[in-house]
């Protein structure tokens, strides 16, 4: 059965603190892995996609790397308006997209 | 501007009551989704459909149904079978298979 699992559940910051948010998958032949972010009541926002290992991806203060087991959703010098759910998702052969738990990120000023 | 319409926004319903979510969208995309979120859980799949008039289940179907009439409306019932409905129920659609999908803003139900 494919999993994903996010870390950390929860990660507060100070404006400008870098940090990484991890997502690892047990997936069977991966035919994509996606980066969602979501505001508390609204549907999740895209952001990248990643087919290959070694591929990255940049927009803004937001950086998605990937590896054969796991994607690494970087945040550089980050301000308040980066505060979100990320959510990541993984996509074998088939239809569906199984999703993580998310990360909760709050970024104080 | 293209995207995805969710309605309505809030939604209560009554135990033993069916209440139908409705989800539109002007992609032109063939593949449509219904999630489910529980607070602090991912999205778990409920049904998803490639094309008009054919649909799968997803992980979580029990006491939920849908059709797919047109390309561009996935309507959701929730029947009075869904023992614990009260959830926010998020829409996408996919242009192709290996593609990123695109959201709704969700409906948030809850039984009264």
């Known amino acids: 059965e494919d999993q994903v699992t996010q870390s950390p559940e929860a990660l507060r910051l100070q404006e400008g603190e870098s940090s990484s948010l991890n997502c690892s998958y047990t997936v069977s032949g991966l035919r994509g892995l996606f980066w969602y972010r979501q505001d508390p009541g609204k549907g999740p926002e895209f952001l990248f996609t990643?087919?290959?290992a070694g591929e990255e991806k940049e927009k803004e203060r937001l950086k998605a790397t990937l590896t054969k087991k796991e994607s690494f959703l970087h945040i550089t010098a980050p301000k308040p308006e980066d505060s979100a759910t990320y959510l990541c998702?993984?996509?074998?052969?088939?239809?569906?997209?199984?999703f993580g738990g998310g990360t909760r990120v709050l970024v104080k000023p | 501007d293209g995207g995805i319409t969710q309605s309505p926004k809030y939604l209560f319903r009554k135990e033993g009551q069916n209440v139908t979510l409705s989800c539109e969208q002007n992609?032109?995309?063939?593949?449509m989704y219904w999630y489910r979120q529980d607070p602090g859980q991912g999205l778990r799949l409920i049904y998803y459909?490639?094309?008009?008039?054919?649909?799968q289940k997803g992980d979580i179907a029990e006491g939920y149904s849908v059709s797919r009439e047109k390309k561009e409306s996935f309507p959701l019932t929730v029947t009075s079978a869904q023992k614990n409905p009260t959830a926010f129920y998020l829409c996408a659609s996919r242009q192709h298979v290996d593609t990123e999908a695109f959201f709704g803003q969700g409906t948030r139900l809850t039984v009264v």
């Open positions: 459909s490639q094309i008009v008039n054919d649909f």
């Open positions: 992609l032109n995309h063939d593949a």
């Open positions: 990643l087919y290959s």
């Open positions: 998702a993984c996509k074998a052969a088939g239809n569906k997209l199984t």
